[in-house]
């Protein structure tokens, strides 16, 4: 079973169409949840990090949520331009390393 | 902040040659560096963390003597594709954790590698 699962896997909007990408995780003992941004033939571009129930980070038309199942990334009146795949990833523990969802990609057309 | 780089960005080589890619931190010092592969449409796949002055960590299937890390300084780790194969193609991307820190780790902009 997937530690962590982001849905939808593909999301069209089109643009000002506000809307939110969800993560769900099953890990005991959170380090952390990151967001990140991720362009075709690129790596990924860190956007946020949460680390515990309740907390939320905005950034421009971003904003990110957490409790303790699932976090979602909600997009505010998106455009063109924000168009790209978004990563989840968990830390557990005093483990240092990543688990990443498949992540989920948006298309904002004009 | 927080910047990442990689050198190649894309590299192509014959079956049988050997390809090492760099990574480098460029803003802050990182004892521990990650790496990934990415295959299309797929996620990121830890592939093994290098950590600053010891040998690395591999994950389970990584075949260490096909894959060798260096991490020779606190902004450098280099990996090393030993005897490609055209199965070894795929998008390889490092990242790092600030010094102190094994929090957030920042990419660079990956290596596209290519077995003929």
């Known amino acids: 079973e997937d530690q962590v699962t982001q849905s939808p896997e593909a999301l069209r909007l089109q643009e000002g169409e506000s809307s939110s990408l969800n993560c769900s995780y099953t890990v005991s003992g959170l380090r952390g949840l990151f967001w990140y941004r991720q362009d075709p033939g690129k790596g990924p571009e860190f956007l946020f990090t949460?680390?515990?129930a309740g907390e939320e980070k905005e950034k421009e038309r971003l904003k990110a949520t957490l409790t303790k199942k699932e976090s979602f990334l909600h997009i505010t009146a998106p455009k063109p331009e924000d168009s790209a795949t978004y990563l989840c990833?968990?830390?557990?523990?005093?483990?240092?390393?990543?688990?990443f969802g498949k992540g989920t990609l948006l298309t904002v057309n004009p | 902040g927080a910047v990442v780089s990689q050198h190649p960005s894309r590299v192509i080589c014959k079956s049988g040659t050997s390809v090492k890619i760099e990574c480098r931190s460029l803003?802050?010092?990182?004892?521990?560096m990650f790496w990934y592969r990415q295959f299309p449409k797929q996620s990121l796949m830890l592939m093994a963390t290098s950590n600053e002055g010891s040998k690395a960590t591999y994950e389970q299937g990584v075949e260490k003597d096909k894959f060798l890390i260096n991490h020779a300084s606190l902004t450098l780790s280099t990996l090393t594709v030993t005897s490609a194969h055209p199965e070894d193609s795929s998008f390889y991307i490092c990242s790092a954790s600030p010094r102190g820190t094994l929090d957030t780790q920042y990419f660079g902009p990956g290596t596209r590698l290519t077995v003929l």
């Open positions: 949460l680390y515990s």
């Open positions: 990833a968990v830390g557990e523990g005093s483990n240092y390393k990543l688990t």
């Open positions: 803003d802050f010092q990182a004892t521990t």
